[in-house]
C-alpha cells in the first residue's frame, strides 16, 4: 500500500516559486497515483512560526499511517 503523504507549504514563503515549487511534486504524485495532501497555507512563510503551527497535525498524520500499516 502506498503511505499516504501530507505537506503544508506555506503561500508567502520566499523560496515557493524558485526553488520549492510544490506543483511539481504534486504532479509527480498524481503521475503515480500516489495520495498526496498538499495545503497552501496563506499568509504563512518558511519560518518557525509556520512549523509551529502544523506540527501537531502532521505528527498526529503521521501517527495513524503508521499505525495502519
Known amino acids: 500500500s502506498r503511505v499516504p503523504i501530507l505537506i503544508d507549504q ?12 510544490p506543483e511539481h511534486f ?16 496563506p499568509d ?3 519560518s518557525y512560526y509556520f512549523i509551529a503551527s502544523f506540527i ?3 505528527i498526529k498524520h503521521h501517527a495513524e ?3 495502519s500499516q
Open 10 to 21: 506555506g503561500e508567502a514563503d520566499e523560496f515557493l516559486r524558485e526553488q520549492l515549487k
Open 26 to 41: 504534486q504532479a509527480a504524485c498524481k503521475a503515480f497515483d500516489h495520495p498526496l495532501t498538499l495545503r497552501l497555507q
Open 44 to 46: 504563512y512563510d518558511h
Open 56 to 58: 501537531g497535525e502532521h
Open 65 to 67: 499511517t503508521l499505525n
